[in-house]
């Protein structure tokens, strides 16, 4: 009856009379249930906007509210931090705790060496990562089950569980007794990039194991018949991964990158087992309260109020994150376009 109904109301649209009058019309040949679920339908969609629109706005909040108070609490005087009157907008905006922050942390070099460290070692581990993973999507081998349980620990167990010998491995570093028995002593890779170059280089990096994931799950989904394809035109597994998959798993590729770079930029927990004195972002950023007892107090042990150094902190946190923001401004479609097409919505 309702079918009959909506078409009897398009003939009567289509005749000069309005959807209003037609829907009048139409509502006076329904069911009294069909009526109650039209007006229940209406009242949600009338309803569901204010809802949405309270959802949206309290997880926006809570999301930007930090960066809204680190951008406003940067740029302005620090007497205003001890001014009731002040909220949001300064009284007296100022760029001198920006440049204080900058002189505090080296900026210029510390970046340098943080991207040299961090770009390196991202794009070796999403090398070694997407082969890692296209290696658990497409061959089957004994194993491969256990391999990739060990896969799923790497994301489910805390890096802090294996620091103990990871650091006995890179302070005493040895291949099966070769280097002790040529050179008579073991090779000390503390305080060195190879500590990070070499997990990354074994695919077990800063968040390998989610990496490899997302890879398997990407490449599951493609075609099979594309490796078919190239291996009838003769092409080995490493050509086809090469020449046919990795082109195809352009924008995984592109996802894991960023998402590797945030974690190498944001770490200072391997750095800071690793390396006695290592120039980072996360570094500088974890010794910035010290820094600025030197600084502003000439003493850094010395007890100061945070309140009294919240504006230079506020102003190092923005520094620190600048750099990450200017690069997902320009790689926000890309960077969306591999979440969408990539195994984390599978």
Aim: charged share 20%.
């Amino acid at each position: 009856m309702e079918q009959t109904a909506a078409v009897k109301t398009e003939k009567e649209i289509g005749n000069g009379m309005s959807r209003k009058e037609a829907q009048k019309i139409r509502e006076q040949h329904m069911a009294k249930e069909e009526l109650v679920y039209l007006r229940r339908k209406r009242m949600a969609e009338k309803v569901w906007p204010f809802f949405r629109f309270l959802i949206l706005f309290g997880l926006c909040f809570v999301i930007l509210y930090p960066l809204i108070f680190m951008i406003s609490s940067a740029f302005r005087d620090p007497a205003d931090m001890s001014d009731p009157t002040v909220m949001w907008i300064p009284r007296h905006l100022s760029i001198q705790p920006i440049k204080d922050v900058l002189k505090v942390m080296d900026y210029g070099p510390t970046v340098l060496n943080t991207l040299l460290l961090n770009i390196g070692c991202s794009l070796v581990q999403v090398v070694t990562c997407a082969l890692t993973g296209y290696g658990f999507a497409r061959f089957k081998f004994k194993g491969k089950n256990l391999l990739f349980g060990i896969v799923i620990m790497m994301i489910l167990v805390p890096s802090q569980i294996i620091l103990i010998p990871q650091y006995m491995q890179f302070r005493y570093f040895d291949i099966f007794g070769l280097i002790k028995l040529i050179t008579g002593d073991t090779l000390t890779l503390t305080d060195t990039p190879w500590t990070m170059y070499l997990p990354a280089l074994t695919a077990n990096g800063i968040r390998a194991g989610l990496m490899i994931l997302i890879f398997r799950q990407f490449f599951r989904g493609l075609p099979k018949e594309l490796e078919d394809a190239a291996y009838l035109d003769g092409c080995g597994p490493l050509r086809t991964f090469l020449q046919i998959m990795a082109p195809n798993a352009r924008s995984s590729f592109l996802t894991v990158f960023l998402f590797s770079v945030v974690w190498y930029w944001n770490d200072y927990y391997v750095s800071s087992s690793f390396f006695t004195n290592n120039e980072t972002i996360a570094m500088m950023v974890k010794n910035l309260n010290t820094q600025l007892n030197l600084f502003l107090f000439n003493d850094a042990t010395v007890q100061v109020s945070v309140r009294e150094k919240i504006v230079w902190l506020e102003a190092g946190c923005l520094l620190s994150i600048t750099p990450i923001l200017v690069m997902y401004v320009f790689l926000q479609k890309y960077f969306t376009e591999g979440i969408e097409r990539s195994g984390l919505v599978a």
